[in-house]
């Protein structure tokens, strides 16, 4: 079975667009996902049936995952299935950029000034991020990550990780999967 992803891949090429390669290419790519109905991007779904999981990420790569907060009782609202792009360990687990946290227009500039830091233009499984707190912090080209730098513990991760390919880091940033809890995500951005 073909994934949301997969679907929205194959439109894309037959609509001669190729993703992550061009701004216009990019463009049209979050325009589809925008559109795409919640209910096909639901994370049981997704963890059902996309097929590249992993149990560790590396950094630079994105990843979707199912997350229950250990301080979830105080915090004010979280994301139960993160959309993060890691970062690095972190004690007693990891630093990930939750995308989630920022309204879509947001969430599309700092994508955009992600891009200047991939290690190639393959856009393919060798393809990452070159990222780190140091980096994301001194430029301010990245100054909209702040909201979105989260550190996560390992024992409260409660699903392997969906590894995102490059060729859909454009679709997944639109995809309506954000599971925030305690507030609604128009709440939320509004808040960061």
Request: aromatic residues 14%; positive net charge; hydrophobic residues 40%.
């Amino acid at each position: 079975m073909a994934s949301v992803f997969d679907k929205i891949l194959v439109k894309g090429v037959r609509a001669g667009q190729i993703p992550a390669r061009t701004q216009e290419a990019r463009n049209w790519f979050r325009n589809v996902a925008k559109e795409t109905r919640p209910t096909a991007a639901s994370p049981s779904k997704m963890l059902r049936e996309y097929s590249n999981k992993v149990s560790t990420p590396q950094v630079g790569g994105m990843y979707h995952f199912q997350y229950d907060p250990k301080l979830k009782k105080t915090l004010p609202f979280y994301d139960a299935f993160p959309l993060i792009f890691m970062v690095g360990p972190a004690p007693g687990g990891f630093y990930g950029i939750n995308l989630h946290y920022l309204a879509p227009n947001n969430r599309a500039r700092l994508m955009d000034a992600l891009y200047s830091t991939v290690n190639n233009t393959k856009y393919d499984e060798s393809t990452k991020l070159q990222i780190s707190y140091d980096i994301l912090k001194k430029a301010s080209r990245f100054r909209l990550f702040k909201p979105t730098f989260k550190h996560y513990l390992a024992q409260h991760v409660k699903s392997r990780f969906i590894e995102i390919q490059p060729s859909d880091w454009d679709v997944a940033l639109f995809l309506p999967t954000e599971r925030f809890k305690k507030e609604d995500k128009g709440t939320v951005w509004s808040i960061v």
